[in-house]
């Protein structure tokens, strides 16, 4: 679909940021089930497909058509900020007022009533409605991203609630819903009372594979990769081979003490780079007495490695997350979130272990958080064809 069809359909205001001339495909089937019409949509595709315009379109043209607020409900802080960033620079030049909220969950957060688009967390909305914000009638298209967290047993019971709370204060809102990975797509699209836009382009193709004694084997590509390394450790064997073909990772890691000891046997084996030293250095000082995490994350910095999960502050996190998409950084231990939506493109991603201890012994990973590290690799826009997920195999038998 030509970006042209919809000039008479959207504000016109609103047309001219559209700088391409074809949609792409999750993006051509939502307008065509009714986006514009403000029908509520589920839209299940690959990260990196386009489906965050989806609801940039329908939240900002129903603002300019002075239909109401949009709220875009996010699972984490630090996709909030991303967001709120990108958002305020693209679309407070078109008079869009755009605010977050993420902070104090006992406040109804008044001082929204003056904004146009606001991002939250869940847990920031929830505590916003059960203050009776007076704002939240003039809500009139609700974004969820990450959606598929409905199956989360940490976030899925507040985010259902919430959804179910919006749909009775709002009838009459859209509710527009991203997932990359969702399960039963047919189930919650009913629930939503929404068309389902399942889509399976990607920019860049995705190559899976397993990695057991020193060979990836691919499932759906016929070339597989030898690793040639005198190296024991086969997540060492990887990150070094990374670097070697001047390429980036994200090596996702079971546990956040995981990630730090990862990054750390990465980094001895590798040397100090004077050029990071200054952003170094705004690690130690990101805190006014600097931890024993403060000073690995700074010794690893320096090898052009890091770690990232929940126990960093947001300074620390900003500094490793710049540096890695400035192509500094090489390689990033991390925990799951980090699979989160948060814009980290990276050419392979490695699963250290497809299994995690959760109270009740060691148990295979669920699939849509396999799909959602998995979906980080490839890097749109660097001439590389291929995102490569690799997978390590502790045994023949695991492979």
Not at 51 to 64: C, D, F, P
Request: hydrophobic fraction near 40%; include cysteine.
């Amino acid at each position: 679909m030509l970006v042209s069809e919809i000039k008479n359909k959207v504000h016109p205001k609103l047309y001219p940021t559209l700088e391409f001339k074809e949609f792409r495909p999750c993006q051509a089937k939502s307008i065509e089930a009714g986006l514009l019409e403000r029908k509520n949509l589920l839209v299940c595709t690959p990260t990196a497909s386009g489906k965050t315009l989806v609801a940039e379109i329908g939240a900002i043209n129903s603002i300019l058509e002075k239909k109401g607020k949009a709220v875009y409900i996010v699972p984490l802080k630090s996709l909030a900020s991303e967001k709120f960033k990108e958002f305020k620079e693209k679309y407070e030049p078109l008079g869009v007022k755009v605010a977050i909220s993420i902070g104090d969950l006992d406040s109804s957060d008044p001082w929204l009533e003056n904004y146009d688009l606001i991002i939250v967390t869940a847990e920031k909305l929830d505590s916003i409605l059960r203050h009776q914000a007076k704002w939240v009638k003039d809500i009139s298209t609700v974004v969820v991203d990450e959606v598929h967290l409905l199956n989360s047993h940490h976030r899925g019971p507040t985010l259902e609630i919430l959804i179910t709370l919006l749909r009775k204060l709002l009838p009459k809102m859209q509710l527009i819903a991203l997932s990359a990975t969702v399960g039963n797509p047919e189930e919650l699209k009913t629930w939503m009372n929404a068309e389902l836009i399942i889509d399976n382009w990607r920019p860049i193709t995705l190559y899976q594979g397993t990695f057991f004694d020193k060979q990836v084997n691919f499932h759906n590509k016929k070339d597989n990769h030898e690793v040639i390394s005198d190296i024991s450790d086969p997540t060492l064997q990887l990150a070094i081979d990374t670097i070697k073909r001047n390429q980036q990772a994200l090596i996702f890691c079971p546990t956040k003490n995981a990630a730090e000891s990862t990054s750390m046997k990465i980094a001895n084996l590798l040397k100090v780079d004077e050029d990071l030293k200054s952003d170094a250095e705004k690690i130690i000082k990101s805190l006014g007495r600097p931890t024993k995490q403060c000073q690995k994350l700074y010794d690893v910095f320096m090898k052009t490695v890091a770690f990232h999960h929940a126990g960093l502050v947001a300074k620390q996190k900003k500094l490793v997350e710049d540096n890695f998409r400035e192509g500094n950084i090489k390689i990033i231990c991390c925990t799951p979130t980090l699979a989160m939506g948060i814009n980290m493109p990276a050419d392979r991603t490695i699963m250290k272990s497809l299994k995690r201890f959760d109270g009740r012994g060691s148990n295979w990973i669920p699939v849509l958080e396999y799909h959602q590290m998995t979906g980080r690799a490839g890097r749109p826009g660097r001439g590389v064809e291929e995102g490569l997920a690799i997978s390590i195999a502790n045994s023949e038998k695991d492979q």
